[in-house]
């Protein structure tokens, strides 16, 4: 009937209509009512846009629009990051008046662009972090072998398995506190299909006066559990660019941690057991200390505590944390105590994996593991944090002292009742 045909006619002018609106928002398309886009530093017409959507009754979006560092001619100028995790004013000004430092992550920059020239299958990928993560001098020498993924750390690990499976070796540079985000990905994207895939983890450890949401305290722990995967953590700069080179050389995944900051002097090692350097031996075997990567200075500090009160040390860096180097099992049996130290958090930890892999070896040489609390930390410089953490030097030593006096009280009284 005619009228029939004008209705459906109708009726598709209107479907057609609606589609047009979807496709021009498709927030309304999602029945979220849409205000925008409003200048974010107009702050009356931002006041408005908020007013009205407290007014709508329902879910509604309000799209602003902003300029990271709008209105400080410094932040506006600085192009790279915008003044992204600048710190204290009077910290930076102190940075820019001495002379250039090596930093941790200029380390592994340089690293990375000389793995580059060596190797075209070398590729970078990022999450939004170019500047932070060191990836700014290999995109200036590699542009098109260079892969910034914006804040989606997920995408990005899914990402480099893919390149990987088209037979490149994906360098993926992130934060430590963001691997939790890619954990998935990195479990069964990479590590499922043992794709040489490196995970570069920076900012590894106490991070301090950035926010309790930024330290790097949890990343041992989370790929502790991921089949297949290797764990470097590098105690200074020379073993930073020597771990590199053997995880972009190993033919599955692979991941590398360290801290933020300046480099103190090298740690050269005095012995090696099979992977493990030995940086002391002290007189006597009482105590073995697995130190992990940055805590390499406070443990050798402590082994000279310890020293003083005739408790001989030796002091090792396993340098790969995952999977448990073998040579340290039979290390562990001929000491009275093993002690981890490592700037994670314990649930989970290296000293965890130690112990599982001693108990497992039918060493039953006691152990005790220093290291971060599950708890979240609060807001302070980092020195200050290890301090109430009881991580430094003095502390440890103090507890390795009545650990083992203890053992020993309890060997005597043992003896004593069998006699």
């Known amino acids: 009937m005619p009228g029939g045909t004008l209705y459906e006619g109708l009726q598709?002018?209107?479907?057609?209509?609606?589609?047009?609106?979807?496709?021009?928002?498709?927030?309304?398309?999602?029945?979220?009512?849409?205000?925008g886009p409003v200048d974010g530093h107009d702050i009356p017409a931002l006041e408005k846009a908020l007013e009205q959507a407290r007014e709508h009754g329902g879910p509604v979006l309000v799209h602003t629009v902003t300029v990271k560092g709008a209105g400080h001619t410094p932040a506006e100028s600085d192009d790279p990051e915008r003044y992204r995790a600048?710190?204290?004013?009077?910290?930076?000004?102190?940075?820019?008046?001495?002379?250039?430092?090596?930093?941790?992550?200029?380390?592994?920059?340089?690293?990375?662009?000389?793995?580059?020239?060596?190797?075209?299958?070398?590729?970078?990928?990022?999450?939004?972090?170019?500047e932070q993560t060191g990836l700014a001098e290999f995109s200036r020498a590699f542009p098109e072998r260079t892969f910034d993924m914006g804040v989606a750390e997920q995408h990005a690990v899914t990402s480099a398995a893919g390149l990987a499976l088209g037979g490149l070796h994906p360098v993926v540079a992130m934060n430590a506190m963001s691997v939790n985000r890619a954990f998935d990905q990195a479990l069964l994207d990479v590590a499922l299909h043992r794709l040489p895939v490196t995970l570069v983890l920076d900012r590894a450890g106490v991070t301090g006066d950035d926010g309790a949401s930024r330290n790097g305290v949890w990343d041992m722990s989370i790929l502790q559990v991921v089949p297949g995967l290797r764990i470097a953590?590098?105690?200074?700069?020379?073993?930073?660019?020597?771990?590199?080179?053997?995880?972009?050389?190993?033919?599955?995944?692979?991941?590398?941690?360290?801290?933020?900051?300046?480099?103190?002097?090298?740690?050269?090692?005095?012995?090696?057991?099979?992977?493990?350097?030995?940086?002391?031996?002290?007189?006597?075997?009482?105590?073995?200390?697995?130190?992990?990567?940055?805590?390499?200075?406070?443990a050798l500090d402590t082994a000279a505590l310890l020293a003083g009160e005739g408790i001989g040390c030796t002091v090792v860096d396993p340098r790969w944390v995952k999977p448990v180097d073998p040579g340290l099992v039979p290390l562990a049996g001929r000491h009275r105590l093993v002690v981890t130290v490592e700037e994670n958090e314990l649930t989970g930890g290296v000293g965890s994996a130690v112990a599982q892999a001693l108990r497992a070896a039918g060493v039953d040489t006691p152990l005790r593991k220093f290291g971060i609390a599950q708890e979240f930390l609060e807001h302070a410089e980092r020195a200050e944090i290890l301090r109430k953490l009881s991580i430094t030097p003095s502390d440890i030593a103090l507890q390795v002292s009545a650990t083992l006096d203890r053992a020993g009280t309890e060997v005597r009284a043992t003896a004593g009742r069998a006699a």
């Open 233 to 298: 953590a590098p105690r200074d700069g020379r073993r930073l660019s020597e771990l590199f080179r053997e995880a972009v050389a190993a033919d599955g995944p692979t991941a590398v941690r360290f801290p933020d900051g300046e480099l103190d002097a090298d740690l050269d090692a005095v012995d090696t057991v099979g992977g493990i350097d030995v940086l002391h031996r002290g007189d006597g075997e009482d105590v073995l200390i697995v130190a992990v990567g940055s805590m390499a200075r406070t």
């Open 12 to 35: 598709g002018a209107r479907q057609q209509l609606r589609e047009v609106a979807v496709a021009q928002n498709p927030f309304e398309g999602l029945g979220l009512k849409y205000v």
């Open 86 to 130: 600048r710190g204290s004013y009077a910290a930076r000004a102190r940075r820019e008046a001495a002379d250039p430092v090596r930093t941790w992550t200029s380390v592994f920059s340089e690293e990375l662009v000389a793995a580059g020239r060596r190797r075209r299958d070398v590729v970078a990928v990022t999450a939004g972090l170019m």
